[in-house]
């Protein structure tokens, strides 16, 4: 069926280094949004992208929205311990107003 | 505003039994969608109400079924348990403005955590 494919599946750093985590689908994707879970938390909106080429950023956080509209990236600046959790991208496929969830990136930040 | 609820958020079934897992949608939202996440994997859309209807269903068998109530909560059942139904189900809300108006942004609640021995 048609998914969403993330990687990596976990990415540990050391407090202070970047992160990037990505997304890729072989379907066009009416727009993508990202969420993050905290370890035994529950996924909590971050953002939504809608147009092809579309960069947006919230503080440490640059999102990236694909000109094919097929992926997406997150990258985190100068990580910290607070970044710790899992990063999930979910993209509309079509005129889909239902997600589908990429795997995640667990992200481990060593301090 | 209040968020999305759920309950129980723990319980412990065994094979074979029937589970009914309750969620209250955050306020001024009319939409609920039921997620089944197992260990280390993203959410697995189990399926969507919308007006008290069905309104989108993933690759679920029928023992999964669903209510939603004109309050907008929502319950999900699951009959005859079987030990990889062990997971969190997680029910999110969302306000649906109709159709072509684009993507819903998914406010989620804690979750049942779902033990099946």
């Known amino acids: 069926g048609q998914q969403v494919m993330q990687i990596p599946q976990y990415q540990h750093v050391q407090e202070g280094e970047d992160f990037t985590t990505y997304c890729n689908s072989s379907?066009?994707?009416?727009?993508i949004q990202w969420y993050k879970q905290r370890p035994g938390g529950h996924p909590v909106f971050l953002i939504q992208?809608?147009?092809?080429?579309e960069v947006k950023k919230q503080k440490r956080l640059t999102f990236q929205f694909g000109e094919a509209k097929k992926n997406s990236s997150l990258h985190i600046t100068a990580t910290q311990t607070t970044d710790v959790g899992t990063y999930f991208c979910?993209?509309?496929?079509?005129?889909?107003?239902?997600?589908?969830f990429g795997r995640g990136t667990s992200l481990i930040v060593h301090p | 505003e209040t968020g999305v609820t759920q309950s129980p958020t723990h319980l412990i079934k065994t094979r074979g039994q029937q589970v009914t897992l309750r969620c209250s949608s955050q306020?001024?939202?009319?939409?609920v969608s039921w997620y089944q996440q197992a260990l280390g994997q993203g959410p697995q859309f189990i399926f969507q109400?919308?007006?008290?209807?069905?309104?989108g269903r993933g690759n679920f068998p029928p023992r999964f079924s669903g209510l939603q109530f004109p309050n907008y909560s929502s319950e999900l059942n699951v009959n005859a348990l079987e030990l990889d139904d062990s997971a969190l189900y997680l029910c999110?809300?969302?306000?649906?403005?109709?159709?072509?108006?684009?993507?819903?942004?998914?406010?989620f609640g804690a979750g049942s955590r779902l033990t099946v021995l």
């Open positions: 999110a809300s969302s306000l649906h403005r109709g159709v072509g108006t684009g993507a819903n942004v998914l406010t």
């Open positions: 379907t066009t994707l009416s727009n």
């Open positions: 992208l809608v147009k092809s080429g």
């Open positions: 979910a993209g509309h496929i079509g005129g889909s107003y239902i997600p589908t």
């Open positions: 306020s001024g939202h009319n939409t």
């Open positions: 109400y919308y007006r008290e209807e069905e309104n």
